[in-house]
């Protein structure tokens, strides 16, 4: 059984802080690309960074050089280190996993971040 279990949500000020993770379990992790994407109220979801295997990255233009993707692929998890957070990034943030190999596509539950002061 798939599963993709998103921690690390909150709230915080603006100018804060938050490390989300995403815990991998029923499939071969090292072979899956490893994505935030975030959705706002009465938006789409868009993407917010992505990992591949290797460590490949790519970020959305509104978060360069504020968030930071990493994953452990011993622990079959994937982080999202949240920096200098901005109104703007209040969101559910979700994690996805897609197949390297094939059209398999896996979503977690997603996880609340609200920036507010």
């Known amino acids: 059984q798939v599963q993709l279990v998103e921690s690390g949500g909150g709230l915080v000020q603006p100018g804060g802080s938050l490390r989300l993770s995403c815990a991998a379990s029923?499939?071969?992790?090292?072979?899956?690309?490893m994505g935030w994407y975030r959705q706002a109220p009465g938006k789409e979801r868009e993407l917010v960074a992505v990992?591949?295997?290797?460590?490949?990255?790519n970020y959305a233009n509104s978060v360069k050089g504020r968030f930071t993707i990493s994953r452990d692929n011993a622990k079959n998890t994937v982080y999202l280190q949240m920096n200098n957070l901005k109104p703007d990034d209040t969101a559910v943030y979700y994690c996805?996993?897609?197949?390297?190999?094939?059209?398999?596509?896996?979503w977690g539950q997603g996880t609340q971040v609200t920036v507010s002061s």
């Open positions: 029923g499939f071969t992790f090292r072979q899956y690309v």
């Open positions: 996805n996993a897609r197949s390297i190999y094939t059209a398999r596509d896996y």
């Open positions: 990992i591949g295997s290797p460590d490949s990255t």
